[in-house]
């Protein structure tokens, strides 16, 4: 099974370069220009494949069921947290795979081929939720609400009419699951009705 968490060092080192380094480091160090994003290296194409596996194997044979409910599998959920896919940008430290953005599109990129449901579900959870707490949260914050996006939790958002992005940012809450039963803990709601 697959899992950003258990990739080797020497993988994970390159996707965990932050792209202002490897960008300083060419301009220092070489007369090269940067590589256009269309050609990957192959610890990339790689990881596509990987994760092009995963989606095949494991979430393709739910798709119909999933349409079907109109929901995510709860094993699919599971196994996206399990696979470290639900923190691919978030540091190591906040228990996230630590990797980049090009990382997250390829990600994103593979899942969708076998189910569009599935890869907003995983881009939506990184790119906006995961991401408001890397940018505005304090230390403790980001210590007691992302190392558990990363791992077990997922985000709810309500949705009424037409709202702006900073609107639906402003909805995020947390559902955590308890006794078979969900309740929110709202970080902050705004509904227009």
């Not at 995963?54 to 094993?75: C, F, G, N, R």
Request: proline share 4%.
């Amino acid at each position: 099974m697959f899992s950003l968490n258990r990739v080797g060092s020497k993988i994970l080192k390159q996707w965990r370069t932050p792209a202002a380094a490897v960008s300083q480091t060419q301009k220092n160090f070489s007369s090269e220009a940067p590589r256009p994003l269309s050609v990957l290296t192959e610890d990339e194409l790689a990881m596509k494949d990987t994760i092009r596996k995963l989606a095949t194997e494991q979430i393709a044979p739910l798709v119909k069921k999933m349409e079907d409910e109109h929901k995510i599998d709860e094993t699919v959920r599971q196994m996206l947290f399990d696979n470290g896919l639900m923190g691919i940008e978030t540091p190591v430290e906040y228990s996230g795979s630590g990797c980049g953005f090009l990382t997250m599109m390829l990600v994103v990129e593979e899942l969708s081929r076998v189910d569009p449901a599935v890869a907003a579900y995983v881009d939506i959870h990184n790119t906006l939720v995961n991401s408001l707490f890397m940018k505005l949260g304090t230390e403790e914050q980001k210590k007691k609400y992302l190392t558990n996006l990363c791992t077990k939790y997922f985000f709810v958002t309500c949705n009424t009419g037409k709202v702006n992005p900073a609107k639906l940012m402003a909805k995020i809450m947390l559902s955590v699951k308890d006794l078979n039963k969900y309740c929110a803990e709202f970080l902050k709601y705004f509904i227009n009705l």
